[in-house]
């Protein structure tokens, strides 16, 4: 009987509504670029996208799609361990190991579904998990499906997670989990010194690199070349869905063992459908690109040093970032919404997020670059920044 619920969720709606944190959704009518076209038809400048190899719309990523729908059909119908596997999947696998320089890697429909099946098959009561305070929704879900014992410290607190540790010396086993680089700030964790803390008191360590791989460390290769401590991290999960082609599709890379029981335990790998073969071999051709050449990654570090140095010259403040994210601070829920309100009606896309997304009186815009911005669009969205931010007196 739907009568009293829908009353309830009437009510609840409109408490959304009322406290201004109903979110809506813009169509977008062309395909996900630095350059996309709104529904009314309007033309804009993409900053609000984790698109940040702009190979979301690549021609190389499509093609080998294409090229896959038609020597390996269009769906799996089916999980992994029963008819779910083919060539694509084990070579995928592969490749994201080779990349990451880890033994070897499961893949998942996303990584959601990654960080959702991590933690239960590898850890029980008698174990602790102390995971950073500013951790991914899907990190906290899967630490809540698991019986191990939470700590927290507050984010990238190396002192704080001594503590931890120190407290969750008598359990069994420790596992420090900690968000590579963390989206509302775009700020690192401090990956060498939490392998340092790890090393001491005898812990395992997992990063979710969603938002570091394939752009931060030289070549693109995460937290560890940028730390150069490759091989290092026992676990790595990450997504397909960011800067890897920006279609679908998670998974964990780390030691053998871990992925092998991963592989039998593991609920959303065991109870999922397998991922369709064309992203698998877009996948594939993308991490061979990589191999080659860092071309994409030297633009974007080109582009994100521009807009930084900029942004800072117009007199804005930042929050400090090592990433390819930039928060614009407005501090003022009211004023981070009017701002991008005004970047949009000049052609700029951008999100501004406050309360209870940051914490309050921290609202900001956040920028992410890409390398398919050119330096002129780059310039086009530092113009606006600079005439709403007068217009607003944020500058
Ligand atoms: C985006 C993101 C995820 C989820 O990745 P999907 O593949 O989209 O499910 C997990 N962790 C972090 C840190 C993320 O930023």
Redesign the pocket.
């Known amino acids: 009987m739907y009568g009293k619920i829908k009353e309830h969720l009437q009510q609840e709606l409109h408490s959304i509504e009322e406290s201004g944190l109903f979110k809506r959704e813009n169509l977008i009518t062309s395909p996900q670029d630095a350059e996309i076209i709104l529904s009314g038809g309007q033309k804009v400048l993409n900053f609000c996208a984790n698109n940040y190899l702009g190979l979301s719309s690549h021609p190389v990523l499509m093609e080998a799609a294409r090229q896959a729908l038609d020597t390996h059909g269009f769906g799996m119908s089916s999980v992994r361990f029963i008819c779910g596997t083919t060539d694509l999947h084990k070579e995928l696998e592969g490749k994201i190991a080779d990349f990451f320089g880890t033994d070897d890697t499961i893949l998942y429909a996303?990584?959601?579904d990654a960080?959702g099946g991590l933690f239960e098959p590898l850890l029980g009561e008698e174990d602790a998990i102390i995971s950073d305070s500013l951790n991914?929704a899907?990190?906290i879900d899967g630490v809540r499906l698991c019986k191990a014992q939470r700590y927290r410290y507050a984010n990238s607190d190396m002192d704080d997670l001594e503590a931890q540790l120190i407290k969750a010396r008598n359990q069994r086993f420790r596992v420090i989990v900690t968000?590579g680089v963390f989206?509302m700030d775009g700020n690192l964790a401090p990956v060498d010194r939490i392998c340092a803390l790890a090393a001491r008191y005898d812990a395992l360590v997992m990063v979710?690199e969603?938002?570091s791989a394939g752009v931060v460390g030289k070549t693109g290769r995460g937290i560890t070349e940028l730390f150069n401590i490759r091989g290092e991290v026992d676990i790595i999960t990450g997504?397909l869905?960011?800067a890897f082609g920006g279609a679908?599709?998670?998974f964990t890379t780390g030691r053998k063992e871990i992925i092998e029981l991963l592989r039998q335990r593991s609920r959303p790998y065991l109870f999922s459908n397998s991922l369709p073969p064309m992203i698998v071999a877009a996948g594939i051709k993308m991490f061979e690109m990589m191999s080659r050449t860092s071309e994409l990654q030297d633009k974007l570090h080109r582009n994100t040093d521009h807009f930084k140095k900029q942004i800072l010259a117009a007199g804005f403040d930042i929050k400090h970032t090592e990433s390819a994210i930039v928060a614009i601070m407005m501090y003022d829920a009211k004023r981070s919404q009017d701002f991008a309100e005004k970047l949009l009606e000049k052609g700029i896309y951008v999100k501004g997020f406050y309360y209870p997304v940051v914490p309050k009186g921290e609202a900001r815009i956040r920028v992410q670059l890409s390398a398919a911005h050119t330096k002129a669009h780059l310039d086009q969205a530092l113009q606006a920044f600079i005439e709403v931010g007068k217009e607003l007196k944020v500058i």
């Open positions: 996303a990584c959601f960080n991914h899907s990190i968000d989206s979710d969603c938002h997504t869905g960011k679908i599709g998670g």
